[in-house]
């Protein structure tokens, strides 16, 4: 164990593990995001917070992570390197940790210009990868990047993403393997909808041997409309969107429930698809903008339910 | 070389309404090549300055002139006399030709009639693209002579982002920007060099950069000591 954080023992014991997304908010009061969290608690192993997710200013994703820490909850606090330098993001994690924050998350970030501040300066003093060995460095060698000694010890479950719908698809189990090597203990993936395509790039990632170095959670976004779903194939890069995808969401308008309860159907679909495939250790839901739903989603899948629990 | 953009017409009238005798002072090298800062567009901003005040009842003392390199004293010393005629330069220099400017002729004001844009090349007829941050410690040898400081937009060191799609960087609009690490992995693969792309590249030392504070180079084996 590294951390032993809820999420952790989940996946070490080996039942496939589920979590959910959470954005803050974009004032100063956290009520909904919290309220999402309460109604998923007993649906979800994890919750994921968002750091300023596409690039929108948001409540810090380490306050929001010590908020559910506080009402029992495990968070998996994403960090972005954006917006912060080695500095800031060290004394981060030595805050969340402090505070009972187990799981650390570290992503590139979407760029800024493509955000709510547009004309912000960019930081990328370090990489999501070089992320990954910052935090396992403070965790295995007690030393900072600077190489000074921590006063007090780290526990972290290191994670990241990795994308097989981005390109050069050639590439992407290489840069997962490198990520493993900079200290990854759990990914989640990009939005799958290719299944395709994810199938390939698994069957790679298993003949390489990663699924054993590393835990990896499929992402799943329910698609709650037509336009939602045109918008991200169109202009979300990293996101592939089957045109047969499309099709069938287009083909729902008339049936009861609508694109709505397809866009469910489909997601409680590719969920249990996932759960088939070699290498996948659990499912991470990105119910953006329908938190409520998820639930109801895990519940469909079927056999999922009730969660682990363990004795502290 | 130094690439510069023109300011906007209506700046540099606003910049320089207050002023009776302009000197336009082109630059001759970097930002005479990327046709923004040279001889002849000194000239023809000094005539847009000059049709401007006439037609603001406003007449003005406009001459265009332009130098070989304006980041170097002894090329700007031969304006000594010249300056004296005129109670504001507008330079087409690049940023370090204002300064140098001002450096040598503190008494005078000197405005940039440029926006001093980044280091790079011209990709093509009316094309001209950054390719280095003056980092202070290149790692051209590493990626095969593509930088990932500069082409990649987030300054990566360890391969392309989730937000690279066919060969093109997430923030590609109108424009299109390549994505600096596909660009890195297909050099490396044609040369047959993928392994580098495996390799866990430490956090950078940016102390060598400008995040190290405004950088100076002092050669005591270049250096004349007067007085010896």
């Known amino acids: 164990m590294f951390a032993g954080s809820n999420l952790e023992k989940v996946l070490a014991n080996g039942h496939f593990a589920i979590t959910g997304e959470l954005g803050p908010m974009r004032g100063t009061d956290l009520g909904p995001c919290l309220e999402h969290a309460e109604h998923m608690r007993n649906h979800v192993d994890a919750f994921n917070i968002t750091d300023n997710q ?63 501040e547009p004309q912000a300066k960019g930081v990328y003093d370090v990489d999501s990868t070089q992320l ?34 981005a390109d050069p698809f050639e590439y992407r189990p290489a840069r997962f393997a490198k990520k493993i090597a900079a200290g990854v203990n759990f990914v989640q993936t990009q939005c799958i909808y290719d299944m395709d395509r994810l199938k390939e790039y698994m069957k790679r990632v298993v003949d390489m041997g990663l699924h054993e170095k590393c835990y990896i959670l499929a992402g799943i976004t329910p698609l709650k409309a ?50 088939e495939i070699e290498g996948i250790h659990g499912a991470h839901i990105m119910a953006i903008a329908w938190e409520e739903k998820v639930p109801e989603i895990v519940e469909a899948v079927g056999g999922l339910m009730p969660r682990p629990k363990f004795d502290d | 070389m130094i690439i510069g953009e023109r300011k906007p017409l209506e700046e540099v009238f606003d910049r320089t309404s207050s002023f009776n005798k302009i000197l336009v002072l082109g630059c001759e090298t970097c930002v005479a090549v990327c046709l923004a800062g040279g001889k002849k567009e000194a000239e023809e901003t000094a005539e847009a300055i000059s049709l401007h005040r006439k037609k603001e009842n406003q007449p003005v003392e406009v001459k ?93 060191l360890n391969g392309p982002c989730g937000g690279s799609s066919e060969g093109k960087c997430e923030i590609s609009g109108d424009i299109e920007i390549e994505c600096g690490w596909h660009l890195i992995h297909e050099r490396l693969k044609a040369l047959g060099k993928l392994d580098y792309m495996e390799e866990v590249e430490p956090p950078k030392n940016w102390s060598t950069s400008f995040h190290g504070g405004p950088r100076k180079i002092v050669r005591e084996d270049v250096k004349i000591v007067r007085g010896e």
């Open chain 1, 132 to 165: 990954m060995k910052v935090i396992k460095d403070m965790r295995d060698e007690n030393k900072f990047v600077s190489g000074d000694e921590m006063e007090a010890p780290l526990d972290a479950f290191i994670g990241g993403v990795v994308n097989p719908f």
């Open chain 2, 64 to 156: 265009a002139e332009s130098v070989q390199r304006q980041c170097e004293f002894e090329f700007i010393d031969e304006f000594k006399d010249l300056m004296n005629d005129y109670d504001v330069v507008l330079s087409l220099a690049c940023g370090v030709g204002v300064q140098t400017m001002v450096d040598r002729y503190p008494e005078k004001i000197v405005l940039p009639g440029l926006n001093t844009t980044f280091l790079g090349y011209p990709l093509e007829q009316g094309v001209w693209m950054e390719n280095c941050q003056a980092c202070g410690d290149c790692v051209l040898d590493k990626t095969h002579g593509i930088c990932p400081i500069t082409r990649c937009t987030k300054s990566m």
């Open chain 1, 54 to 116: 596409t690039a929108v200013v948001r409540i810090a994703s380490m306050a929001t992570a010590i908020k559910l820490v506080e009402r029992g909850m495990d968070p998996v606090m994403q960090m972005t390197v954006r917006d912060r330098n080695r500095i800031c993001l060290q004394a981060d994690v030595l805050g969340g940790a402090s505070c009972g924050v187990k799981n650390f998350l570290c992503i590139q970030g979407d760029h800024q210009t493509l955000g709510s």
């Open chain 1, 226 to 275: 037509i336009g939602a779903a045109m918008y991200m194939k169109n202009n979300v890069a990293g996101i592939i969107i089957p045109d047969e995808i499309v099709k069938r969401l287009k083909g729902a308008k008339e049936k009861p429930g609508g694109v709505k309860a397809e866009g469910l159907k489909l997601c409680v679909e590719q969920i249990q698809q996932v759960k």
